[in-house]
């Protein structure tokens, strides 16, 4: 059994990737670091399920993995896979980090094959429970094998009452796995009449020593100048909820659930040599910045990204706009009902001598509250 970490690409032809970043590689790996172990903090990522019903965060974790040779269903070989895609340490922080947080963990295994072959129920995923196999060894109950059908009502047990988002004739132009591509269209032979249904991951989560999640962050590339968004500093969460609602709100009710930070980090495939953070609450910006785009090959620059982060994450930001009427605003009250709901208005200054050396004043309303 060869298992391989899912990678994007074409969802018509696996072999076009989509396009990467050769200077910055995947931003996940600027958290993956000795800079960050440093100071006990690690990352984790993982698709995870809503409970539409009541907008509750389900505790089931799935770790995806491509699979290119021979189908096991045995515990151990399935295991041993595992280890040599994952390496030991990393499986075993997952399995303490869900244990921790009462989350259960399921690696879903799923063959590398055409598209069009999911349709013929004989080929079928399979999801190895952690827990159960941590447990007992010989425990074939922590093997289950789904053909897309179970998998479809599976999803749908989870994520009770979701609403899909219709995705076009085509479907994803690019996924992780031809699996995903399957159902995100209609495939009316076996009467699946709704798509997009597999479910979101997060990004990245950091979390402590003591397996507390911390942040996430979601993770989006800027690919192209469009009219909405030329460059990095136009692209923003705002816009990417619009498309993609269901995933957002799924990261909002995440935020909640575990009482902690939501950043967007957005970065460029284009020529662009800067990315953009932004601090998210409620789906909405309350701080943003624009920063240099590291070399994921210099522990120099990786080390920059990590003190430049924490800095971010540690500022208190001014947020500043200009009125109809031309006035120079800032604002110090975040809940200020003066600030403008559309972030393109915002100016967003690091100090309040910053934004007041810029010609900013105070707004009377947040001195008076
Ligand atoms: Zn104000």
């Given amino acids: 059994m060869k298992l391989q970490k899912p990678f994007h690409a074409n969802s018509q032809n696996r072999t076009q990737l989509s396009p990467i970043n050769c200077i910055c590689g995947d931003p996940y790996s600027w958290f993956d670091t000795e800079f960050f172990r440093n100071e006990d903090l690690y990352v984790a990522t993982f698709d995870f399920f809503i409970n539409w019903s009541n907008n509750s965060f389900q505790p ?3 770790i995806k993995r491509l699979l290119y040779n021979e189908f096991s269903l045995d515990p151990q070989t399935i295991f041993k896979a595992i280890i040599k895609c994952d390496g030991i340490d990393y499986y075993h922080q997952m399995r303490l980090f869900c244990e921790k947080n009462n989350i259960e963990l399921s690696y ?5 094959i055409e598209e069009s072959n999911w349709i013929n129920l004989e080929n079928k995923v399979i999801l190895f429970n952690v827990m159960k196999y941590d447990k007992n060894h010989d425990d074939t109950a922590a093997v289950e094998c789904l053909n897309v059908k179970e998998l479809i009502e599976r999803i749908h047990l989870y994520k009770v009452d979701c609403t899909t988002a219709y995705m076009g004739e085509k479907g994803l132009f690019y996924s992780t796995s031809s699996l995903e ?13 709704k ?64 009482n902690c930070e939501f950043y967007m980090l957005i970065y460029p495939t284009t020529t662009e040599r800067v990315f953009k953070l932004e601090k ?12 240099p785009l590291p070399c994921v090959h210099s ?4 080390k920059l990204f990590h003190d430049q982060f924490n800095d971010f994450v540690n500022s208190k930001p001014v947020i500043a706009n200009k009125t109809a009427s031309g006035t120079k605003l800032y604002h110090t009250d975040l ?34 509250s």
């Fill in 60 to 62: 089931i974790a799935w």
């Fill in 108 to 112: 879903i295994i799923i063959p590398d």
């Fill in 335 to 368: 809940r200020c009902k003066y600030i403008p709901r559309d972030s393109k208005r915002i100016t967003y200054f690091e100090s309040i001598s910053q934004a007041e050396d810029s010609g900013y004043n105070l707004c009377s309303t947040c001195r008076n």
């Fill in 299 to 302: 522990q120099i620059e990786l």
């Fill in 181 to 193: 591509s399957f159902l995100s269209k209609k495939q009316t032979a076996i009467n699946y009449d």
């Fill in 195 to 258: 798509d997009a249904i597999y479910p979101g991951d997060v990004d990245v989560v950091i979390f402590n020593k003591d397996y507390k999640p911390l942040i996430i962050i979601e993770i989006k590339k800027h690919t192209k100048a469009y009219e909405a968004a030329p460059t990095i500093n136009e692209d923003s969460i705002g816009l990417w909820c619009k498309k993609d609602r269901n995933k957002y709100e799924s990261l909002d009710i995440l935020q909640k659930h575990w």
């Fill in 280 to 291: 998210v609450d409620n789906l909405t910006v309350t701080k943003s910045k624009i920063l």
